[in-house]
């Protein structure tokens, strides 16, 4: 059976409660040698020419899920600890779990071991089964300024994408945005642009406007 691996804080809350009912991930992977030359290269998993790569490196990744595919969710598959911190997702390393706080690089106490039992402070790594129920594209990025408004990063349908584009431009509107991020486990969708802004400025730069698959379950 095919697996989902989290590892991002700001949804644990979400996913522990069972409210986070999608998961977004690039519908693209980088080419490892030529980052946009047009010498023969070859992926980890699929050998494939340069000839495939867009002009910045960019391969086309295809979906991995179906509808009504099964799928187990887990947090942080590959780690070799069992169980984790319900308050800030870290393996557990003793009762009295320490973890860094973020920003600050100091060791702090996250979980009140006096007032609870050290079992209700810890999850297991695999969460549950699920069925997939949609799977549609968005893109994510930095969209050129429209009548008159400054350059906006956010979202835009695509392919099979339940949502529509607002007054027929290419962002979503409002309603559809709070939906998006909320399904995802976030709170807001002030939140969810938060995460995928730190997300691009990581990993790429915002300015090139990328897709990405959205699976529902």
Same mark, same amino acid.
């Given at each position: ?31 490892? @040698? ?7 290269? +070859? ?16 391969? @086309? ?9 099964? +799928? !187990? ?12 911190? !319900? ?13 860094? *706080? ?6 702090? +106490? ?5 007032? *609870? ?57 409002? @309603?559809?945005? @709070?939906?998006? +991020? ?36």
């Amino acid at each position: 059976m095919k697996t989902i691996s989290f590892s991002a804080t700001e949804v644990l809350p979400a996913l522990l409660n069972g409210s986070k009912k999608q998961t977004i991930r690039p519908a693209w992977k980088i080419c490892g @040698e030529c980052f946009g030359t047009k010498n023969t290269c +070859a992926d980890n998993d699929n050998p494939t020419t340069c000839d495939d790569c867009d002009d910045d490196g960019f391969i @086309e990744k295809p979906q991995r899920f179906g509808i009504g595919d099964s +799928a !187990k969710l887990f947090w942080q598959q590959r780690s070799q600890s069992k169980k984790f911190c !319900k308050i800030c997702g870290m393996k557990t390393i003793h009762k009295n779990h320490l973890y860094i *706080q973020p920003r600050k690089k100091r060791y702090i +106490a996250c979980v009140d071991n006096n007032n *609870q039992k050290p079992d209700e402070n810890w999850f297991n790594k695999f969460l549950r089964t699920t069925k997939v129920t949609e799977v549609f594209k968005i893109s994510i990025g930095l969209y050129p300024k429209i009548y008159n408004q400054s350059a906006y990063f956010g979202i835009a349908p695509l392919d099979n994408c339940p949502y529509k584009a607002k007054h027929n431009d290419i962002y979503l509107n409002n @309603e559809d945005d @709070e939906d998006l +991020a909320k399904r995802d486990g976030f709170d807001s969708y002030t939140s969810f642009l938060k995460y995928f802004g730190r997300y691009f400025d990581d990993n790429y730069d915002r300015e090139q406007v990328k897709p990405f698959w959205v699976t529902r379950w």
